[in-house]
């Protein structure tokens, strides 16, 4: 199974700050992982996948890179409603999918 | 547009099965560029992926839930159901619906329905 380690499980920031999430994967995933958006009481939301390919609808302060094992996920400019957790998610075995435990993000 | 929905009990006790549905609108399944899956979220923790199955009918398990999980495609391919057997409190969680692109990501999420196991 790979595993998917998110760092930090919780970041305090700051509206406008520009806000960097990692997810390491246990071994290479190659370009096969996706970002999701998490609000309290409502399911996941498809941010990012193929990891720079952003989701219809899905503002450009949000970007995705990385590839192999180490992937990014940058929100250029935080604004309030980007208060969530975030969740990486790998793809790359057809048959086995596996997310990251999320990093919540709080305001400093 | 597509959408999806949950539906089931809410409550099953302890050793029973769970049984949910997946509802499209919006769509059918019969294209094979979709998968279309259940993920489940226990209270305060992560996301976990329960299965898939293909519009063939072809179904893939996650391996720690492989021997009480099956996953089925209702002949109008107009839903898909979840059923878990053996229930214990650890499965109480949201489940979840979606569907995946081939090549991509889970793009159109269900809602969500709470599923508590207890007596």
């Known amino acids: 199974e790979i595993v998917l380690t998110q760092s930090p499980a919780t970041l305090s920031v700051s509206l406008g700050e520009r806000v960097a999430l990692s997810c390491t994967a246990s071994q290479s995933v190659s370009s096969n992982l996706a970002w999701y958006q998490q609000k309290p009481g409502q399911a996941p939301r498809l941010l990012i996948y193929g990891p720079s390919i952003r989701a219809t609808g899905v503002p450009a302060r949000f970007s995705g890179s990385g590839s192999g094992t180490e992937f990014t996920l940058i929100i250029s400019s935080l604004q309030s409603e980007d208060l969530a957790t975030y969740y990486c998610?790998?793809?790359?075995?057809?048959?086995?999918?596996?997310f990251g435990q999320g990093t919540k993000l709080e305001i400093k | 547009q597509l959408r999806l929905q949950e539906s089931g009990p809410g409550l099953v006790k302890p050793s029973e099965t769970l049984s949910l549905t997946c509802s499209l609108s919006?769509?059918?399944?019969?294209?094979?560029?979709?998968?279309w899956g259940w993920i489940r979220q226990p209270p305060g923790k992560g996301l976990e992926w329960i299965g898939s199955?293909?519009?063939?009918?072809?179904?893939y398990y996650n391996p720690s839930l492989k021997s009480r999980v099956t996953i089925s495609l209702d002949t109008s391919r107009t839903y898909f159901s979840l059923k878990l057997n053996s229930v214990t409190a650890t499965d109480t969680s949201v489940y979840y619906c979606?569907?995946?692109?081939?090549?991509?990501?889970?793009?159109?999420w269900g809602q969500g329905t709470t599923v508590i196991i207890s007596s």
């Open positions: 998610q790998q793809y790359n075995h057809w048959a086995m999918y596996t």
């Open positions: 199955i293909f519009y063939n009918g072809n179904t």
């Open positions: 919006g769509d059918s399944i019969n294209s094979g560029s979709y998968y």
């Open positions: 979606a569907r995946r692109h081939i090549t991509a990501a889970f793009d159109v």
